[in-house]
């Protein structure tokens, strides 16, 4: 995995508050749990930014390496790694998802 693509995510992780990794794009997400998490986010009112990886086999890959993580989506908040799709379900039904968001609500969905 080459290091400028590692910077490359770096780089987006760090400029976007909540920003998504997926399969797809929110308004036609490539995967059940793609589609699950926009879902989720979406609920919570909160405007994130997302990243289909099918666009780019390069990203698709190097997403899991920088968070050492397998599968795809992964959620970022304030340049953190939150998790996949099993994770954001089980903080969005506990209200932990709610918390970790409260700062970011304001607006619509982007596109990064």
């Given at each position: 995995m080459s290091d400028s693509v590692q910077e490359q995510i770096g780089e987006i992780v760090k400029s976007n508050d909540v920003l998504l990794f997926m399969k797809g794009t929110p308004q036609m997400p490539q995967c059940g749990f793609s589609q699950r998490v926009c879902a989720i986010l979406q609920s919570q009112e909160v405007p994130f930014a997302a990243i289909n990886v099918l666009l780019d086999p390069s990203v698709r890959e190097g997403?899991?390496?920088?968070?050492?993580?397998?599968?795809?989506?992964?959620?970022?908040?304030?340049?953190?790694?939150?998790?996949?799709?099993?994770?954001?379900?089980?903080?969005?039904?506990?209200?932990?998802?709610?918390?970790?968001?409260?700062?970011?609500?304001?607006?619509?969905?982007?596109?990064?």
């Amino acid at each position: 995995m080459s290091d400028s693509v590692q910077e490359q995510i770096g780089e987006i992780v760090k400029s976007n508050d909540v920003l998504l990794f997926m399969k797809g794009t929110p308004q036609m997400p490539q995967c059940g749990f793609s589609q699950r998490v926009c879902a989720i986010l979406q609920s919570q009112e909160v405007p994130f930014a997302a990243i289909n990886v099918l666009l780019d086999p390069s990203v698709r890959e190097g997403i899991k390496v920088f968070s050492d993580w397998p599968t795809i989506p992964q959620l970022y908040v304030g340049g953190e790694f939150v998790g996949g799709c099993d994770i954001i379900s089980e903080m969005h039904e506990d209200g932990e998802l709610a918390t970790l968001l409260s700062p970011f609500k304001q607006g619509d969905t982007q596109e990064a």
